[in-house]
């Protein structure tokens, strides 16, 4: 029997851990019995979101930058967020009903089960699940999936309220290094320990945890007569996944909900937690074009061999109609939203090797429709900080002989962007900001009068407020909206923004105009490579996020993520 102070304590009145079998148990929430100590040479450690299991992450076509650190972070909910609300795992696929029977099939990572498989052969190896969910929310759960897998663990280890010794943990980081610690100690002939996990940040945490675990093992006055182990920490590739789109907004909504009941019943002992809501943008409306028939229309693309691939912004994916929400005038011409329409290509284009376009026109001629471009065009690509709206710049198309003119369907519909903020109170006052002495020269250059009819809190430009009426407005009230007066926000859905010399300035309402820092540009805009194409940022959770502090940055508006890592999703 060995023992030893919790949380690396050398001194004071803390109670000393018995590193026992019996005790180590006790972080395990399976009931198993443990090998022996003299069994075990090998500890392998498998950490279970995006490492084992594909765990879904916030859709980024979904949500703007700053709401996905919301959903990410503790602080935010009072029932926890999306790491420590257990509907959210609950719903991967089509729901825990539906994908026990079928083991969540598509939704691990085989080559760590394989090797979970052979942990569970090898005789002398201890098999162990490592998690920073918490128990008391996920253990269940957490069981029922790896068993319909079939995949046996030793220990399945959550993070507790309270540890075994009454420890309390400042994150998830110490949470796993004082249990890895106690399973060191307890199996003390074990000469070798892998851990397998995706975050880099971890990764790297785990490594130095070992150096310096193994430096005092070798000290004069180490902590227990132990040998040295020998400690590998293995990076496992993220894959990352999502939810269905409807479900998702589905859950959110649900969390948001018990979130504002806890704020409302005033239970909480959160004094300054608000009541939250899901606030909708929409940022264009055009003639939306499916997954399948974007990568057929990639073939119209050519290359030239000196560009590198991951240079090029592929987007073919509308057809603008206005880059804002719908009049309804426009929109009962062009159907409504959902209004089929099938259009032909008729040309195609290279601006300065920079953008890629082609020409369109509806089958047949003579259907109604409305485009804000002129001619009506697909934009296929941008590379090298082109823009969308250059395409109005080209002369020269390149005819489409008709035999080899492509047809594709589109939808009517609208490119929309979520995000989570306070609830709107229409009977709280709002402090306007102070008049400053020397307005700055781009809220002067926004407004024809030099900023004497700058934006005012409280106000939102036309076509903000959401209506509740199908194909309605975009909403994006100024309060809380994360964009500084006059420094960018949501496009000017249309407004002609002209300075008292005629320039064309402001927050990005009309093609060629200039774009504020931080804004939304009505028809495209910087966005992060790669994201179209399924990629996601490295994903952070649990208690890592920093409390109030997330990324901003703007949205381009001919769908995909932006480089805040913001998306764009269709709406019909």
Known sequence: MLTSLPNGQTTGSIKPIIHTITA????????????????VKEIHVYDFDNTLFASPLPN???????????????????????????????????????????AWEGWWNEQIVDLVNLTMEQKDALNVLLTGRAEPQFAELIKRMVRSRKLEFDMVCLKPTVGPASQTFANTMAFKQELLKDIVYTYSQAEEIRVYEDR????????????????????????????????????????????DPTTEIAEIQSMINS?????????????????????????????LISPPTTDQLRSFITIPNNIPENDI????????????????????????????????????????????AARVEPVPATAKYHSDNRPPIVILATRGGARPQDAQRIQNWQPVPP????EFETTVGEKVLLRIEEEYDP???????????HPREEDAN???????????????????????????????????????????????????????????????????????????????????????????????????????????????????????????????
């Open 24 to 39: 180590l148990r006790r972080w395990s929430c399976d009931d198993k019995e443990l090998p022996p100590v003299q069994d």
């Open 60 to 102: 980024r076509q979904l949500w703007h930058g700053p709401t996905i650190g919301q959903l990410q972070s503790p602080s935010i909910f009072l029932n926890g967020g999306w790491w420590h609300d257990a509907t959210i795992l609950a719903a991967t696929g089509e729901g825990v009903e539906k994908e026990e029977p079928r």
């Open 200 to 243: 880099i940040k971890h990764v790297t945490g785990f490594r130095s945890f070992f150096e310096n675990f193994n430096l005092a093992l070798m000290s004069p006055e180490p902590p227990i007569p132990r040998k040295a182990i020998k400690a590998e920490v293995i990076h496992v590739a993220e894959r990352a996944t999502v939810l």
């Open 259 to 287: 979130h504002n009941t806890l704020v409302k019943s005033g239970t909480s002992s959160a004094a300054l937690a608000k009541p939250m809501q899901i606030s909708r943008t929409v940022f264009y409306t055009g003639y």
């Open 313 to 356: 912004r592929h987007l073919a994916n509308s057809i603008l109609i206005v880059p804002r929400p719908c009049p309804q005038s426009i929109l009962d011409k062009v159907g409504g939203l959902g209004a089929k329409l099938t259009w032909r290509i008729t040309g195609t284009s290279v601006l300065d090797n920079k953008l890629w």
């Open 403 to 406: 035999d080899k003119a492509f």
């Open 427 to 437: 009977h709280r006052f709002v402090q306007p900001p102070p008049k400053r002495l």
């Open 446 to 572: 926004n407004h024809p009068d030099g900023g004497r009819h700058a934006r005012q809190p409280g106000r939102a430009d036309r076509g903000d407020r959401y209506d509740g009426r199908q194909g309605g407005r975009g909403y994006d009230s100024y309060r809380g909206s994360g964009h500084p007066r006059g420094r960018g926000g949501p496009a000017n859905h249309g407004h002609d923004n002209r300075d008292r010399h005629g320039n064309q300035g402001g927050r990005g309402g009309n093609a060629g105009g200039r774009r504020e820092r931080g804004g939304f540009a009505p028809r495209g805009g910087r966005e992060n490579r790669g994201r179209q194409r399924g990629g996601h940022a490295q994903y952070r959770s649990l208690d890592d996020m920093p409390d109030g502090r997330y990324d901003d940055g703007g949205t381009g508006a001919y769908g995909g993520s932006a480089a805040s890592g913001g998306g764009l999703y269709n709406a019909y």
